[in-house]
């Protein structure tokens, strides 16, 4: 640590004044280049790069880069140095105010002063009984509560949401007040998950949810999905049937299932019962619907004869057997997603590409980075529907478009009772696969087609189907 010493006098007036000599030279230290502020021009470099959006780090490289045969001041600086920059040239714009809570409220009331694209429907801050903006049933004066849906997040809800998959997840970590992120997401026409809603709270139980699906219904009334994809929390699925009036069919996230599945086998003493139990399920959970209750018959015959799985099989019979259709793939051939696969891809993206992987200490930060999330996502589908994109599923239905031309026709069988049906063994084993055609032209405007034959298909699941139903 550096020490400095400085001489001064303090003399008392009899005017209630103080009067303080002082010698500006130190003495006592070397003259270190630690101690030495950054020279002005350099700030005013800096700012210059900062206002042209130039990065932290790339300006730090530039900074390194340049280091010639002496060092001086300029070349010692640090992000703390260029976050002091920031804020004494006035360009943290996104902090409306020095006070976390303030900014975030001057933010929300001027988007509100924008009645046109205002994308708060709800904002109930800490503190508070009453919402700012939207109604509140049931908040507490310390709740908080932040919805936000963009007026295209709108449109995409109603165009691929109605009649299709809609998937709901909550995640942590996004920022220091511990809020949780609640997302409400649906496939878009290019197969990729597409976020419509979002909700900042201090809780995620029915009363919050309440709220948030109510303000999503009152902006986008006619929205009732086929399918509602979330984990097994069973307040996201009775919060949406009651507020939306209908009730979909329920799917859990696979992904959940199986590390549950992983949990409860876990508790099994035997590893060679551990093994043969996890891969009995995995079967049940990829069964096609004419084999799935054959094995489930025999797969819970065989666990009640087995006393050393008596504990396993009571969890199984509670949780999972009186509800295959949540959980079996068998039942959401149609659905075109199996996990919550999407919503994660989101939160990672989010945490890792917008946050760097940091927890935001302020609130209105967090909130820039998620708007910023949704104009990116918003120009991303632009350029795919004026330019198009050969995203991950494209290329997989056109590798299939391509393994199908090599196929030989002693493999293919048109079925013998109904028209329109085929039957495809397989190249790799004695599963026999079946495709039927359901529909001559898709109704659904679906972009989800085989470039080479226009023809749509499913790509997710081994039975062939219409990709858009």
Request: with cysteine; hydrophobic share 35%; aromatic share 10%.
């Amino acid at each position: 640590m550096h020490t400095a010493q400085l001489d001064f006098q303090v003399s008392f007036l009899e005017s209630s004044k103080v009067k303080i000599t002082y010698m500006k030279t130190h003495y006592g230290h070397s003259c270190s280049l630690g101690c030495l502020p950054i020279p002005q021009d350099i700030r005013q470099q800096i700012a210059v790069d900062l206002v042209q959006g130039i990065s932290f780090d790339k300006i730090l490289d530039n900074i390194r880069d340049n280091i010639g045969s002496s060092i001086d001041r300029s070349h010692l600086v640090t992000r703390k140095d260029l976050y002091n920059i920031e804020k004494c040239f006035g360009l943290r714009t996104i902090e409306r105010h020095k006070e976390d809570a303030m900014s975030v409220h001057l933010w929300v009331h001027e988007c509100v002063s924008n009645e046109k694209h205002c994308p708060i429907l709800l904002y109930k801050p800490q503190g508070q009984v009453l919402a700012e903006i939207g109604t509140n049933q049931g908040l507490g004066e310390h709740d908080f509560a932040l919805v936000i849906q963009t007026p295209l997040q709108s449109e995409m809800l109603m165009s691929c949401g109605h009649n299709k998959i809609v998937c709901v997840d909550a995640t942590h970590g996004t920022n220091s007040y511990n809020f949780l992120l609640i997302t409400v997401l649906v496939m878009d026409e290019f197969g990729e998950g597409f976020p419509v809603a979002w909700c900042y709270s201090n809780r995620e139980d029915s009363v919050i949810l309440n709220n948030f699906f109510q303000h999503i219904k009152n902006k986008v009334e006619n929205v009732h999905p086929e399918w509602f994809m979330s984990d097994d929390a069973s307040q996201y699925y009775k919060c949406w049937s009651q507020v939306f009036k209908r009730q979909p069919k329920r799917l859990l996230c696979i992904w959940h299932v199986d590390r549950a599945w992983r949990n409860a086998i876990s508790r099994i003493n035997e590893r060679e019962l551990q093994i043969s139990v996890y891969h009995t399920l995995r079967d049940l959970l990829e069964q096609n619907t004419e084999t799935f209750h054959t094995l489930m018959d025999g797969a819970i015959k065989q666990w009640q004869e087995n006393p050393k799985l008596e504990v396993f099989y009571k969890y199984f019979s509670h949780e999972y057997l009186h509800r295959p259709s949540q959980w079996a793939q068998s039942y959401r051939r149609k659905a075109g997603v199996n996990t919550n696969m999407f919503v994660e891809s989101f939160h990672r993206v989010l945490k890792y590409c917008y946050q760097r992987a940091k927890v935001n200490k302020r609130m209105d930060k967090t909130i820039h980075l998620l708007l910023k999330y949704a104009r990116d996502k918003s120009f991303d589908r632009l350029i795919k529907t004026e330019k198009g994109k050969n995203t991950t599923r494209m290329q997989s239905i056109a590798h299939r478009h391509t393994s199908s031309l090599a196929l030989s026709t002693d493999l293919v069988s048109a079925d013998g009772h109904e028209p329109d049906v085929w039957h495809i063994k397989s190249t790799k084993g004695e599963q026999v696969y079946q495709v039927k055609l359901e529909q001559d032209n898709c109704q659904h405007n679906c972009l989800m087609r085989c470039r080479a034959c226009g023809i749509f298909t499913s790509i997710l699941v081994r039975v062939w189907i219409p990709f858009c139903r």
